[in-house]
């Protein structure tokens, strides 16, 4: 039985950790945009979605969270943290969350590194999607834009709790065995929440035009700045970000199983990324899209071709048996960019983005940044638009919603009024406007009806009945004429 | 008010059909209205974790696995949300089951009891001329109190509180989940069918079948079974 990891499985343990680390500062800090999250699912694999999970990689988090990192791997005593807080438009700030990825000593060295740690830590991806729209910051992230922003800080090394206030909850999102030690992710969310209570922010009107200091002082030795969750449209067009040093990796998609003579198992097959494709003379590690086999994209390639491996006889996730695997090497090359001589951006980060198949990179993060919510755009979230007041002369209708006009176009709810949509069956005569109060005086009084008062209904009778002759000799004639309409009505 | 809330524990072990089948069961009191969101909302999550992306196999015995999307839903009639799998085809088989399971419990008139069940199933070919063997491995069963609520604000707190149940189970699922116990092991191209269920076009979940009882006021349970098309009836 072979304990000791093989360097073949030690790199890919760690590019699993690392790209691991890097999806995961991702699915936090989406999940605090403010924002519905939708992403597509796809039938083929497109070699860049790695743990075959579909998780769109935003730049600026990916380059934040990379810095943190520093090209080092959460290990025993270094964890990597995502701080979320919140932000007032007065500048009052206050921990939310402490989101922990941290690894133990605790070793489990038969698990498959190639298929059950990668498969698992797919798992885990899914719990924390689940997890973080269940803590109490995702309901204040969505709500966020006028009185308060969500801001995130990546830090790596010793976990820093004391910003949670007293009570935090911890809530476990799950851990993943591996040769080297137990990954594990958790959360530690503030509870006490009372002075910020959502509810005040619903009250006050939207401000405007806040600026945002992107950099806080932290009081924290191993400090790093401050960042909005959401974006300002159209900010940061021009960032470059300095090119990665370490390689591009491509994401594992291809399985294997044995032939179908053996028991079945699967193993992982992948291949590090083969590097300066076409990019020599541009010095960055870029991949093309399609892959290096444009023509077989998720084909087996190089030298460790799985033809001469062993098959394997038991159930990996079960860890019963060590299996003498080799890893074969597919290139899934859709880590793409539109790379030019004169970017010098993180190439690795522009993958899942169809738009960014052409043009440049400048174009495709202008593309990204301007799909994202502005941090203080004028559109107030909690605005309810007014139902369309009708367009009246009344100056019963014009005194009525007068008050209600006003009190919306500041464009928040005030939980005392209500706008109602006021039509009143008594004055929508243009004809003849009124307000309440005369209406009510005249018809309180109404006049006599003309056919009630004796002299005049003596008076119609008499010519009713004069006329009575004329009117039957009329009738008369055209008997025919209502003979042949009552049938028409049988 | 009857105290809206979700209580979770662990089947007896004598209870599971099977030696390896792990059964979890969660208890909930929710107003009629919520039913549905409740429902889907466990559902969803359970089956996010039970889904993968579709697998294309190719010679030499390798596979790759496609890609699995996900997007948030926001309830309506509860102060929640949940995450799904991006697939319009399983959000309508759950939506189909969920809904005859609701209809079902409004017309049993009294109480409004009932439970839901979502069951993982491997499937064991057998010789003709018998029918091919289902196993399951793993049981989620949904206990449901359908609760009348007097005024609208016994309704805005029911809201909250379903809500805040929700989370909780969520977080309880994860648990579940997290613990890697028994998971069927990756079949063959051939073997395929009989542990996973390919019918859909973008993302390939383990086989399934949600089944639901509604308890009428006598107690006693009247068992209606609502099965999904799988691929052995057809088979015959």
Known sequence: ?490 | MVGPGWTRRRAPPGAAPTMNCRAEVLEVSVEGRQVEEAMLAVLHTVLLHRSTGKFHYKKEGTYSIGTVGTQDVDCDFIDFAYVRVSSEELDRALRKAVGEFKDALRSSGSDGMGQISLEFYQKKKSRWPFSDECIPWELWTIKVNVVNLANEQERQICREKVGEKLCEKIINIVEVMNRHEYLPKMPTQSEVDNVFDTSLKDVQPYLYKISYQITDSLGTSVTTTMRRLIKDTLAL
């Open chain 1, 1 to 490: 039985m072979d304990t000791d990891l093989s360097s073949q499985d030690r790199k890919d343990l760690d590019k699993f950790i690392k790209f691991f680390a890097l999806k995961t500062v991702q699915v936090i800090v989406q999940a605090r945009l403010g924002e519905k999250i939708c992403t597509r699912s796809s039938s083929s694999p497109t070699g860049s979605d790695w743990f075959n999970l579909a998780i769109k990689d935003i730049p600026e988090v990916t380059h934040e969270a990379k810095k943190a990192l520093a090209g080092q791997l959460p290990a025993v005593g270094r964890s990597m943290c995502v701080e979320i807080s919140l932000k007032t438009s007065e500048g009052d700030s206050m921990e939310l969350e402490i989101w922990c990825l941290e690894m133990n000593e605790k070793c489990d060295k038969e698990i498959k590194v190639s298929y059950t740690v990668y498969n698992r830590l797919s798992l885990l991806l899914k719990s924390l999607l689940a997890i973080t729209r269940v803590t109490p910051a995702y309901r204040l992230s969505r709500k966020q834009g006028h009185e308060y922003v969500i801001l995130y800080r990546i830090y790596f090394g010793e976990v820093q709790l004391s910003g949670l206030g007293e009570g935090f909850q911890t809530v476990r999102v799950g851990t993943v065995g591996t040769p080297v030690g137990t990954i594990t992710l958790s959360c530690a969310y503030r509870i006490n929440l009372a002075f910020m209570s959502t509810r005040q922010f619903e009250r006050t009107p939207p401000i405007m035009g806040i600026i945002i200091d992107h950099f806080v002082d932290r009081p924290y030795p191993s400090s790093s700045p401050m960042h909005p969750c959401n974006y300002r449209a159209g900010e940061d067009n021009g960032a470059v970000y300095p090119s990665v040093e370490d390689s591009q990796e491509v994401c594992t998609t291809s399985f294997s199983t044995s032939p179908p003579s053996q028991l079945s198992s699967s193993r992982l097959s992948y291949q590090p990324a083969a590097l300066g494709v076409g990019s020599a003379d541009m010095g960055y590690p870029v991949l093309f899209a399609g892959g290096l086999n444009a023509a077989h994209p998720h084909q087996l390639l190089g030298p460790g071709k799985e033809g001469g491996v062993p098959p394997v006889p038991s159930q990996p996730a079960h860890g019963t048996q060590a299996d003498q695997e080799r890893m074969c090497t597919p290139l899934d090359g859709v880590h793409y960019s539109a790379a030019t001589p004169s970017s010098s951006e993180d190439t690795e980060t522009v993958s899942n983005s169809s738009e960014g198949k052409s043009g440049s990179p400048h174009d495709l993060l202008e593309t990204i940044f301007i799909r994202k919510v502005g941090a203080f755009v004028n559109k107030p979230i909690n605005q309810v638009n007014p139902p369309d007041s009708p367009e009246t002369e009344s100056p019963l209708q014009g005194s009525l919603h007068s008050e209600g006009s006003s009190g919306s176009s500041t464009g928040n709810t005030h939980d005392d009024f209500v706008m109602i949509d006021f039509k009143p069956a008594f004055s929508k005569d243009d004809i003849l406007p009124m307000d309440l109060g005369t209406f009510y005086r005249e018809f309180q009084n109404p006049p006599q009806l003309s056919s009630l008062s004796i002299d005049i209904g003596a008076q119609s009778m008499a010519e009713d009945l004069d006329s009575l002759p004329e009117k039957l000799a009329v009738h008369e004639k055209n008997v025919k004429e209502f003979d042949a309409f009552v049938e028409t009505l049988q």
